[in-house]
């Protein structure tokens, strides 16, 4: 007697193959890198051996994060940070503050395209945080704490109430040829309402103005709050008058703000398309590895990622 036996098959579904051009991949997977990966609870089984045990999970980079749930898996990095949520790990992100910019990196330095302060020319990071452990041991005002990927300042606008904190990171012989990058989200306005609320980069020259110090800050400004709101450009340091764009930023939103210097011409961008950009020249020039500071005005402001690159 011949006895048929039937039986239900269902293969492991194997993850690594490219995701698709549109960046889709099989059920319980999820295109990380390009790859396709495991998701977290999928409820699909782990690559079984061919005597049918389950294998144990690879971890090419070491960092005790298995690679089916890695969001940066040849880069060591324990934290699984990724700021601009774009599911590619600030480790291995070629622009860690900029969602959705392809991780294309044309002149081969290690940072993208889209972030790129000297596109064409190698550039270094000097400074990349996303604040893993909190507020950094910075020169800094009183008015800031800390919490695990971020810092907040919380800022009056009456005289003196602007609160500030200094980046540090490696002085190259000419500050010139960078950029200095930062996300930030206003929280609340503070302080009077018919005062201005702000926050911004500065570029700080401790030198100037006969050696007092003066500064030309790049941010966003209200006044008085929810109206005439800015981007804007100001130069402490000549007669430049002050340039301005109208942007209507609000609270609870983040937004990404760049300031770069190109010999005597500073620019000030809000990174997106369509975003307002400013740019004058000065001869304002930056001296020291304080240079470049963050700050808030008549504002709570939660600041979580600042970078700061360029050239050699």
């Not at 294309?104 to 990071?125: E, F, L, M, Q, R």
Request: with cysteine; hydrophobic share 30%; proline share 7%.
């Amino acid at each position: 007697m011949l006895l048929l036996l039937a039986a239900c098959y269902q293969p492991t579904i194997r993850s690594g193959a490219p995701c698709s051009t549109s960046n889709e991949c099989p059920d319980g997977q999820m295109c990380i890198a390009q790859v396709c990966t495991l998701g977290a609870g999928s409820g699909v089984m782990p690559d079984a051996g061919i005597d049918g045990t389950i294998q144990p999970a690879v971890d090419t980079d070491k960092d005790g994060v298995p690679d089916n749930k890695d969001n940066c898996r040849d880069k060591p990095n324990i934290d699984q940070a990724d700021e601009d949520g774009d599911a590619i790990g600030d480790a291995c992100d070629l622009c860690p503050q900029i969602y959705g910019t392809a991780n294309t990196d044309s002149d081969g330095d290690g940072i993208g395209d889209a972030c790129d302060p000297n596109p064409g020319a190698h550039d270094t990071v000097w400074l990349y945080t996303g604040f893993p452990a909190g507020l950094p041991a910075w020169s800094r005002s009183p008015n800031w704490t800390g919490s695990t990927g971020s810092v907040v300042a919380t800022s009056g606008n009456g005289t003196n109430d602007g609160d500030f904190l200094v980046t540090q990171f490696p002085m190259p012989p000419t500050l010139d040829n960078f950029s200095a990058t930062m996300t930030v989200t206003v929280q609340a306005l503070s302080g009077t309402a018919s005062g201005d609320h702000s926050v911004g980069l500065e570029i700080w020259d401790k030198n100037a103005n006969s050696g007092m110090g003066a500064a030309i800050d790049c941010g966003l400004d209200q006044k008085p709050a929810g109206s005439n709101s800015i981007l804007y450009l100001q130069d402490d340091n000549t007669n430049n008058q002050p340039k301005s764009a109208p942007f209507s930023w609000t609270v609870n939103s983040q937004y990404v703000l760049t300031m770069s210097r190109h010999g005597s011409t500073y620019t000030c961008a809000l990174v997106g398309a369509g975003l307002p950009s400013l740019s004058f020249t000065s001869n304002f020039v930056p001296r020291d590895g304080n240079a470049v500071d963050i700050w808030a005005f008549g504002t709570t402001a939660q600041y979580g990622s600042v970078q700061i690159a360029g050239k050699q």
